[in-house]
């Protein structure tokens, strides 16, 4: 087998297309990777796997922590493949490289998926905002579906922006729930909720059943007060329990009911376009502000202006009408 | 009295000085228009303040929504007046203008503010992205404080990215809690406690205050769990009610004794310094990507290069690199 060290980025599309995972992992890297020779690499690999892409269901999991991501996500990734389906797992947690903390989709905390050969997980790159991690993402999947998997997770912490992100990014948005969380009828969640197009009371098990039904039954009456998504699909609730293996199945089923319903009434086709055309502008922002930022004379008068707002001999507003004018 | 309508840059400065609360408002108004003249002369307006801005306490105040903000804002801005302070109140809220919802900031929301002469309520500005939104608010602070207010009070909703964007503006920042919320411990809002300098338990009243007083303890003992903030203070728990008008002062001496605190060890310039540069690198964003999409030949090649992503003849990706090279 060839050495992705050593290879032409026509051997890594040919590799990535054969389901050559070592390959697809160095290819991931390179998208990952802030040396601009590696950057150059990446995205001819990336341009030659787009044709092979876009083939794949992208599901989207979120939950507080301590909800049992990591957990359900091993225990469905399981059933995924055990029906035939290849499942990539990727992450986007922008403040797993900011704090150091726990990177999600730690590979030791899906026992199950880890050693099987139909799932691939992949941590969330590091990087520093989270358009830098969610750019990177994007381009995983892409390679990801290039590599054959029907069936991409992506998990994020259920915190702030990011689930914005990962929404925009797949196609079927799944919001976990415990039972007795508190922030039920709150509203405190109520961006998160609008979101999801399933909602899934986890840890369904033992004593926390008849919670978990009650819940199941709050979220039902909560989401008919919001109003009908442009998908016009209406969210389901149910429960689940990762350690008992309930309810797991359930959850492919509402995205494949998803899926052919919003394939009939064209919305699947509509949204995938409108992520489309924001990965395009995504796309341009990044580049037109490197070119910027990567010239010499940018980072210097920027780095003498720092000092000059600290001394208070300018205002920030000001030194940025100068930098501009360096054009 | 001139009128803000036919008066020069020069004029507006005077007036904006002289606090003229008529030429404020039309200064913020061309701050937030998108004509482009408007925005010229907002520019001329904004950087001949400048010198006479930097000089108010900026306050971020943030809760979930039915915390009662703005009660709360109502009576501890009334509180401040009373004591002979001048008091701004403006707001972030990106979504008011996405869902056409209930504007934050509303006068009617704030009824003894609304009359004070002393008080200045500005809604959020409208805005298609929440960084635009952030930016308008903060050119806005810099007129605020060029005409002579001395404490800046910044409110958002409790949800999502706004929260940071208000954080990355303001000296001290407040959260709002209810008692019996339900997400004391639960690390919901993680995120959030992390930025809060001080929580303070609203609605502390009647049948609530012993539920209260449990939550400012449980908050205190939390807060505890948490690494020591770079600031170096110890966020401060207490209860208030805006009804009853207790608690309201104590919440200004926590900010006094911050202020005094943290310009004593350094940190409150060293964090004004951050935000300034902050500024910098996202009035230079800003402007670098207005300038590229403002082009005619781009405007055109995304519109023509969207109808080819739809009909798969390109990916976004290639899309975006052909439209870069138009430079």
Known sequence: MSNPKKASSAEFVK?????????????????????????????????????YANKSIRIGITGVPGVGKSSFIDVFGKYLTSIGKRVA??????????????????????????????????PSPSGDSLGGVARKTKETIVLCEAAG???????????????????????????????????????IKRGIMEMADAIVINKADGPNINAAELAKSQFSKALHLYPLKESKWTPVVNTCSSLENKGIKEVYAFVNEFITFTKKNGYFY??????????????????????????????????????????????????????????
Chains 1, 2 share one sequence.
Not at 22 to 35: C, K, P
Not at 94 to 121: C, E, F, V, W
Not at 165 to 182: E, P, Q, R, T, Y
Not at 274 to 297: C, G, P, V
């Open 149 to 187: 998997f029907d069936i991409i997770l992506i998990e994020t912490v259920g915190v702030g922006q990011s689930e914005i992100a990962v929404h925009n990014m797949v196609d079927f948005f799944l919001l976990l729930k415990l039972a007795n969380s508190g922030d039920e009828l709150q509203g």
């Open 89 to 122: 797992v990727l992450a986007v947690d922008p403040s797993s490289s900011i704090n150091k903390g726990s990177i999600l989709g730690d590979k030791t905390r899906m026992h199950l998926l880890a050693q099987d050969s139909n799932a691939y997980i992949r």
């Open 15 to 51: 590799q990535i297309i054969s389901k050559n995972i070592s390959f697809l992992s160095s290819a991931i890297t390179l998208i990952e990777s802030n040396n601009s020779e590696h950057k150059q690499k990446a995205t001819e690999i990336l341009n030659d796997c787009l044709p």
């Open 270 to 327: 509509k949204h995938r376009k409108d992520q489309n055309n924001q990965w395009l502008l995504d796309t341009i922002d990044y580049a037109i502000k490197k070119q910027f930022y990567e010239r010499d004379s940018v980072q210097e008068a920027i780095e003498a202006f720092k000092e000059k707002i600290e001394k208070e001999i300018i205002s920030p507003f000001e030194a940025a009408q100068q930098i501009l004018d360096l054009n």
